[in-house]
C-alpha cells in the first residue's frame, strides 16, 4: 500500500506536470481556435475536418507560438514546404526533384516577369497564382514579404489545400484545372474532353462499374502518389540534341533561336541555354528524354498494349516535326523583317530577331505578336493535344490555328514590306 502522504505527493507532481506541459499548451490551442473561430471560421472548420486535427496536429505546430493577440498577428509563422517536410520528408524529397519545384524559379528567370505588374507576377493572381510553387531562398520569401506578399509562401497547398490539406482532394483531377488550363497550357479542357475524362466522369456518375479504367491526371503524371513529376518532352517542346532530320533540325534551330537559346546572328548558346538547363525547361541528352518516355509507356500499358502506346506517342513526336516546320517558316518571315529594318529592335530585346521569352512586349509589332500566339498557343495545343488524346484541339484549336496564323503573317509579310519607307 501507497501512504496517503506520498499519494498526495505524487499527485501534485503530477498536477504540476500537467500544468507544465499539458494545460498551458491546450489553453492556447483553445484560445488559438476560438479566436479564429470568429475572424477565419473558415481556416477553423476546415482544420477540424482534417487529417491533422486527427492527428493532434495543432496550430502551433504549423504556425509557431508566438501569435498570441490580433496586435502581434505578423508573428505568425507562415509554414513552407520544410515545415511540411517535417512529418512529410519523402513528400518533400519526392517535390524538389519535380517540374512543380520550378514554377517560381521559371518565372523569374523569364525576362517578361520583370516587366510585368508585381500583381500578375507575386500577388494570388495572373502568371504567380499557379508559379507560386517551388521552394524559395531565405532572400527570396524576404524580398516577397518586404514587398507585402507573405501570404503564398507554401506549395504544397496548392494542390493540399488549407487547412483542410487533403490527400483525396489533391488526387482529383479538378485539384490540376487551376493551374493547366487556358491559353498555353489547356491540358484539363483536353483530359476533359477525351475520352479518358468522359471515362472519368461517366465512373464518377455511377455509370460505369467500380473496377473500370477512367485515368486522371495524376494516373500519368504522378503515378503512385509520387511528387517528383516530370514529362518527355518538357514545356515548350523543344529538345536535344537536334534529330538526325535535316529538316527537322534546322527548323528547331530557327525555335531555338526565337527562345533567345542560341545566338541568331553566330548561332551559338547563349546565357538563358545555361538558364533553362537549371530549371530543367527542356531536355538536353537524348537519355533525359528517353527515361521519361519509357516511364509513360509504362503507365500507358496499364491500360493499353505496349506497343499500341508506343505508336501513339511516337505519332506525337511526329505531329511536333510537323508543327515546328509551320513554326519555322513564320519565324523565318518576321527574322527577315528585323533584318531589313522594317521592325524595329524593341530596346529590351538583346537581338533583332523574335524573342518568345518576351511574350506580347514587342514593341508595338502586331506580327511579332500573331507569330508568338502561333507558338505559345497553338503549336502547344497541336503536340498537346495528340498526347491528352483530344481530337479537336489537335487539329481546330491547334494545328488549323497554326496555318492560318501562318498565313497571316506571310499576308502582313506583304502588307509591311508594300507600305514600308526606305529612309
Sequence with gaps: MVAKGMMSVSIALLWAAALAFGTPVQAQEDECIACHQKVTPGFVSDWRVS???EEEVTCSDCHGDKHKTAKDANLARLPDEHVCAE???????????GKHNYGWRSLNALPITHMEPDELMEGGVGCGGCHNMGVKSAAEKKDRWDKGYRYQNNSCDECHTRHAFSKKEAQDPRACQQCHMGYDHPQWEMWSSSKHGTRF???????????????????????????????????????????????????????????????PVTGKPTPRLEMMKSIHMIRFTEDAWKTEREKMIQICSRCHAGQYARHRLEMGDRMIKNADHLMAQGIKTVAALYKDGIIKKPDHYPFAYPDFLYFNQTGGSYIDQVLFRMYMKYRMRTYQGVFHANPDYVYWYGWAAMTKSLGEIHELDRTMRATHKVK
Excluded: M, Y
Excluded at 512529418?87 to 526533384?97: L, N, S, T, Y
Excluded at 455511377?206 to 514529362?231: S, V
Design 51 to 53: 487529417k491533422h486535427s
Design 87 to 97: 512529418c512529410h520528408e519523402h513528400q518533400f524529397d519526392q517535390f524538389v526533384k
Design 201 to 263: 466522369f461517366v465512373k464518377q456518375a455511377g455509370k460505369l462499374p467500380e473496377g473500370a479504367a477512367a485515368p486522371t491526371c495524376q494516373l500519368c503524371h504522378l503515378p503512385g502518389g509520387t511528387h517528383e513529376n516530370r514529362t518527355a518532352w518538357g514545356f515548350f517542346g523543344v529538345r536535344l540534341p537536334l534529330p538526325k532530320d535535316e529538316q527537322w533540325a534546322n527548323d528547331r534551330v530557327l525555335i531555338l533561336k526565337a527562345l533567345g537559346v542560341l545566338n
